[in-house]
């Protein structure tokens, strides 16, 4: 009965790798979002996409890519991967006000 | 400055104590407050919702400030399950979308 889901939930990877982070959620919303949490625990948004499209980017390198092939699914496809990319990734959806996590995704840059 | 900032802590407290989080935002045309709650190595959930005549939930009071752009979370009877982070949030209109800004949190450990 997982609302959000991501895979992997840890990834570890060297420099200059290219990668992708899953993320599915079943409980029909409309909205879905990618969020960084960096070492000091500071949740920042990165995108968010609505019915498929890209409401929201912030000022993130264009490194990292969206891609939403239906409405329950988001991916982060990350390029050229930096020793600042480590952090944690959430994927979230909402219909309206309440935002739903999934259980997030560490990535280590090595 | 920071769009939404929060008590630096850390809290450590004894159980059955009662303690407040303060946080305030900047941005004046923010529409919706939130609290959420993280624990360790989780994800945030949503803890409570704050209105502007104040409201409670059990042992949590929220309260809101418009004038001031002030939010504030009360903890009475603090238990050993209520360590974990709280969050701060504020939704406001980015261009077309609506937008959850995250404070930095608040980390809040109950002692027996």
């Known amino acids: 009965d997982t609302a959000v889901s991501q895979t992997p939930k840890y990834l570890v990877t060297q420099m200059g790798n290219d990668k992708s982070i899953k993320c599915e959620q079943n409980?029909?919303?409309?909205?879905m979002y990618w969020y960084k949490q960096d070492s000091k625990k500071f949740l920042k948004i990165m995108f968010s996409?609505?019915?498929?499209?890209?409401?929201i980017n912030e000022t993130v390198p264009n490194r990292f890519s969206p891609k939403s092939p239906d409405k329950a699914h988001l991916n982060l496809h990350i390029n050229s991967l930096e020793l600042g990319d480590s952090a944690v990734y959430f994927c979230?959806?909402?219909?309206?006000?309440?935002?739903?996590f999934g259980p997030g995704t560490r990535l280590t840059v090595t | 400055r920071k769009e939404v900032e929060q008590d630096p802590g850390p809290f450590n407290v004894p159980e059955g104590a009662t303690v407040a989080f303060n946080c305030t935002y900047s941005?004046?045309?923010?529409?919706?407050f939130f609290w959420y709650r993280q624990d360790c190595r989780k994800e945030p959930k949503l803890l409570m919702s704050?209105?502007?005549s104040g409201n409670e939930d059990g042992r949590f009071t929220a309260q809101l400030n418009r004038a001031s752009q002030y939010i504030s979370l009360l903890i009475r009877d603090s238990k050993l399950s209520d360590s974990a982070t709280y969050l701060c949030?504020?939704?406001?209109?980015?261009?077309?979308?609506?937008?959850?800004?995250f404070g930095s949190g608040t980390q809040l450990t109950v002692l027996p």
């Open positions: 979230a959806s909402s219909q309206a006000s309440e935002q739903y």
């Open positions: 409980l029909g919303h409309d909205t």
């Open positions: 996409y609505n019915n498929k499209e890209l409401i």
């Open positions: 941005n004046s045309a923010s529409q919706s």
């Open positions: 704050v209105y502007s």
């Open positions: 949030v504020v939704k406001s209109l980015s261009g077309s979308a609506r937008q959850l800004t």
